[in-house]
């Protein structure tokens, strides 16, 4: 083939080097456009890189963000406290109460300890049926004689069948219905007790009452399951110890608490007490720890200004070549620090207070955009003005009313100031019955059974004991509220209802606000008419609505939304009753607002991601350019090379002819040489 004999046919004829002319015709026709395409590759593999070094340079500068937008970097605390066997400190939260507090412990806390009677072996049977724990408050007389129930805690039941009808079993079956009862058993040395050990606190204690799975049940003696019985009208468990809540004496002021875990007391602050110290202060020091604070701003400092060594050679001149760096002229790179650089110098928006911007803290910018801290101004600001300065970094809400709270904000809220106008007070569904016949209440021979629908969930049949009789309206209450909220579709929703008396009539109100807020009695016995109760709706509750900067917003229950399209858009409100107006501030603050930007330019579809992408499509492009450039010049060098070879056709055949002209020459007669 022709093109394997180019090296041997070009110059054959002519004994020019014209394969290497080849090459060099060729080479000159395509260095032109292909000293563009270099160029442009390499500048835009320097900028894809260049990019890269950008990004990881903002990547760790939102690391420091990350701690520095976090208001708990500004709220953290200390705590000062001696060595005590009677307190024991087990956690303090940032933002906990700063303060010095003297705390005496008169009593701890106690749980009651319940016996039964002696069984030969764990597998003896108990007997079947169910129980019922009731919690509440028993006297303190020995054995205790009254009980009276926590109508804020939900009876609780257990059955004992075939599958669990042995000391072990009903063990296991109290401690696996999470009863708030620890069942244990224990061998006295005389043979084996079910012990109940119920949670802390006098209003925890337990009455337990039995129906047995008996031809002839008992229910209350000594024989059977009744033998579990703990209640006014039987006491087969023996007490082995009542309980009671812990008494305290925190700054002169006596207190109790149902446990000895103590975690509401001191605002951020938790605490246990291990035993009686009456007489004994231990004194407790709880103040703000602003290191971690200033290791954040610090931290921040540093890991800015790296971060500005790393893209101003990027972006500007690179002082140690003396060149450009190849984002100079990118507008977008330029843009992001600008932009950086806004947030660092300009104050927080919402912050209406003196210290609002970095430079209130010391921290100057410096010609070449570097920033440093004021020693002296750094720290006269941590000490006279520490509690606002978490604002300057962190985001912050504020209202001017107590009944209307900021709860919430969302990535589109704007920073600013917002008048808020309740015009519709929020309100709880409730059913208002008629008049009680009048106390006492005697239930004996009647059908006081009801059911009810709260908030659209409905309850079982429900319905007064027979034989008990109510002295006053204080027991009838208690024993609807424990009745009501005791029933399991309630507890399972979450849904409870207040029972209040109004003079002469019950009153049953939702513990929720809102136009779903709604209690109905939806059956009763032949009786209920003695209550003030009737098959009836009952009154619903209202959303709350309000206007936010003059703008009607969207009120669900007791929570007021702004509109959507709005600056105050995402801030979440709740509105107590009794709110009116109030004055609600939100700032972001220099470390939220920071981090935002920073992930918008680094996230997915940001405006880094959309350039890397772009500059590696122009790469893609110039591979497709420089094949079409190939693909040209490979044409151009065969074409040259078909024309080379034709001339050195034609020169070898006028070579063959002179060879033969000259031989024939010499072969005639006149011209031949004579030897």
């Known amino acids: 083939m022709i093109d394997s004999n180019v090296p041997y046919l070009l110059g054959a004829g002519s004994g020019i080097d014209s394969k290497a002319l080849v090459e060099q015709l060729v080479e000159i026709e395509k260095s032109a456009k292909q000293g563009q395409?270099?160029?442009?590759?390499?500048?835009?593999?320097?900028?894809?890189?260049?990019?890269?070094?950008?990004?990881?340079?903002?990547?760790?500068?939102?690391?420091?963000?990350?701690?520095?937008?976090?208001?708990?970097?500004?709220t953290a605390k200390s705590v000062s406290f001696p060595d005590s066997e009677v307190v024991i400190p087990t956690a303090v939260k940032a933002g906990a109460q700063t303060g010095t507090f003297s705390i005496e412990v008169t009593n701890i806390a106690k749980s009651q300890s319940l016996s039964s009677p002696t069984f030969t072996n764990i597998t003896d049977e108990v007997g079947k049926g169910t129980l019922t724990f009731n919690f509440g408050d028993w006297d303190d007389v020995i054995p205790p004689t009254t009980f009276t129930a926590d109508t804020n805690?939900?009876?609780?039941?257990?059955?004992?069948?075939?599958?669990?009808?042995?000391?072990?079993?009903?063990?296991?079956?109290?401690?696996?219905?999470?009863?708030?009862?620890?069942?244990?058993?224990?061998?006295?040395?005389?043979?084996?007790?079910?012990?109940m050990k119920a949670t802390s606190g006098e209003n925890s204690q337990l009455s337990i009452s039995v129906v047995e799975d008996e031809v002839v049940p008992s229910d209350n003696d000594a024989?059977?399951?009744?033998?579990?019985?703990?209640?006014?009208?039987?006491?087969?468990?023996?007490?082995?110890?009542?309980?009671?809540?812990?008494?305290?004496?925190?700054?002169?002021?006596?207190?109790?608490?149902?446990?000895?875990?103590?975690?509401?007391?001191?605002?951020?602050?938790?605490?246990?007490?291990?035993?009686?110290?009456?007489?004994?202060?231990?004194?407790?020091?709880?103040?703000?720890?602003?290191?971690?604070?200033?290791?954040?701003?610090?931290?921040?400092?540093?890991?800015?200004?790296?971060?500005?060594?790393?893209?101003?050679?990027?972006?500007?001149?690179?002082?140690?070549?003396?060149?450009?760096?190849?984002?100079?002229?990118?507008?977008?790179a330029k843009s992001m620090l600008t932009k950086i650089r806004e947030f660092i110098t300009q104050p927080v928006d919402g912050i209406n207070s003196g210290l609002n911007a970095l430079t209130n803290l010391g921290i100057r910018t410096e010609l070449d955009g570097s920033i440093s801290i004021d020693e002296t101004v750094f720290s006269q600001?941590?000490?006279?003005?520490?509690?606002?300065?978490?604002?300057?970094?962190?985001?912050?809400?504020?209202?001017?009313?107590?009944?209307?709270?900021?709860?919430?904000?969302g990535k589109q809220t704007v920073a600013g100031t917002y008048e808020i106008e309740i015009t519709q007070q929020p309100?709880?569904?409730?059913?208002?019955?008629?008049?009680?016949?009048?106390?006492?209440?005697?239930?004996?021979?009647?059908?006081?059974?009801?059911?009810?629908?709260?908030?659209?969930?409905?309850?079982?049949?429900?319905?007064?004991?027979?034989?008990?009789?109510?002295?006053?309206?204080?027991?009838?209450?208690?024993?609807?509220?424990q009745l009501i909220n005791s029933d399991s579709a309630l507890v399972a929703a979450g849904v409870k209802v207040d029972v209040s008396y109004d003079t002469d009539h019950l009153v049953f109100t939702s513990n929720a606000f809102g136009s779903n807020s709604l209690v109905s009695v939806t059956a009763g016995g032949a009786d209920i008419a003695d209550l003030g109760l009737s098959v009836a709706a009952g009154t619903a509750g209202k959303n709350v609505v309000g206007l936010v900067n003059g703008v009607e917003a969207f009120g669900l229950g007791d929570v007021l939304l702004p509109a959507y399209g709005t600056d105050a858009y995402g801030l979440k409100l709740r509105i107590l009753p009794g709110a009116t107006t109030a004055s609600v501030t939100f700032a972001r603050g220099i470390?939220?607002?920071?981090?935002?930007?920073?992930?918008?330019?680094?996230?997915?579809?940001?405006p880094v991601s959309t350039r890397e992408k772009g500059l590696a499509e122009d790469i893609a492009d110039l591979d497709e350019d420089q094949e079409k450039l190939d693909s040209r010049s490979a044409a151009y060098q065969a074409r040259l090379q078909a024309q080379f070879i034709a001339m050195e056709a034609i020169v070898d055949s006028l070579n063959s002819t002179r060879d033969y002209l000259k031989s024939v020459l010499d072969n005639l007669p006149f011209t031949a040489n004579n030897n």
């Open 591 to 606: 470390g939220d607002n920071l981090d935002r930007l920073v992930t918008d330019f680094l996230g997915s579809q940001g």
């Open 427 to 481: 309100e709880k569904g409730f059913f208002t019955g008629a008049a009680v016949v009048g106390f006492p209440l005697d239930t004996t021979g009647k059908d006081y059974s009801f059911s009810f629908e709260v908030n659209g969930v409905a309850t079982a049949n429900l319905a007064l004991p027979n034989g008990v009789t109510y002295a006053d309206e204080t027991e009838l209450v208690s024993a609807l509220k």
């Open 223 to 332: 024989t059977g399951l009744s033998r579990f019985t703990f209640n006014e009208t039987a006491l087969q468990m023996t007490q082995q110890q009542a309980g009671a809540d812990a008494h305290l004496i925190m700054n002169g002021l006596a207190v109790t608490r149902t446990t000895n875990n103590i975690t509401d007391l001191i605002d951020g602050f938790s605490f246990t007490i291990a035993k009686d110290a009456p007489g004994e202060v231990v004194n407790i020091s709880i103040l703000d720890d602003k290191t971690s604070a200033e290791d954040a701003i610090r931290n921040f400092v540093d890991l800015y200004n790296e971060f500005l060594e790393v893209v101003k050679p990027l972006t500007g001149l690179n002082e140690e070549t003396s060149e450009y760096g190849s984002l100079s002229r990118d507008a977008l």
């Open 381 to 409: 600001a941590f000490d006279a003005n520490y509690a606002d300065l978490k604002n300057v970094f962190a985001a912050s809400t504020a209202s001017s009313a107590d009944k209307i709270k900021v709860t919430g904000y």
């Open 37 to 74: 395409i270099d160029s442009k590759r390499t500048s835009y593999e320097t900028k894809l890189s260049d990019y890269g070094l950008f990004k990881s340079a903002l990547s760790t500068l939102q690391g420091a963000l990350t701690t520095l937008k976090n208001p708990e970097t500004f």
């Open 153 to 195: 805690k939900a009876a609780k039941s257990i059955i004992i069948d075939d599958t669990n009808n042995t000391l072990e079993g009903l063990r296991d079956a109290i401690n696996a219905a999470s009863l708030g009862v620890q069942a244990s058993i224990v061998n006295d040395g005389t043979g084996f007790k079910l012990l």
